[in-house]
């Protein structure tokens, strides 16, 4: 099992940048796709952004292409989300979920606050 733990979120203007960290730890995390995933108020939980195990982003929502940025450090067990130019509807919680490769279970993280003021 991998236990996961994000830092990074806050409050910002719109137009800001944050960069969202996901701390890994338990087991091997070079064997894990990560994917960032929030979830807005009355809204539905929505994918973000994702990442291979070998460090090739994999997805990105329509919502967030050129403004977000997926990119992990397999030597520091860390995933990262790189957030620029952040407008209010990106105000959610940010969670990190990991797989490991060939399996269907998802480790997910207790999350951080991301909010936008505009």
């Known amino acids: 099992q991998v236990q996961l733990v994000e830092s990074g979120g806050g409050l910002v203007q719109a137009g800001g940048s944050l960069r969202l960290s996901c701390a890994a730890s338990g087991r091997t995390f070079s064997n894990y796709g990560v994917a960032w995933v929030r979830r807005a108020p009355g809204k539905e939980r929505e994918i973000v952004a994702a990442i291979l195990w070998n460090g090739s982003p994999t997805y990105y929502a329509d919502s967030v292409k050129g403004r977000f940025t997926i990119s992990r450090d397999n030597a520091k067990n860390t995933v990262y989300l790189q957030i620029n130019g952040l407008k209010p509807e990106d105000t959610a919680v940010y969670y990190c979920?990991?797989?490991?490769?060939?399996?269907?279970?998802?480790?997910w993280g207790q999350g951080t606050q991301v909010t936008v003021s505009s």
């Open positions: 979920a990991a797989r490991m490769v060939g399996s269907s279970t998802y480790y």
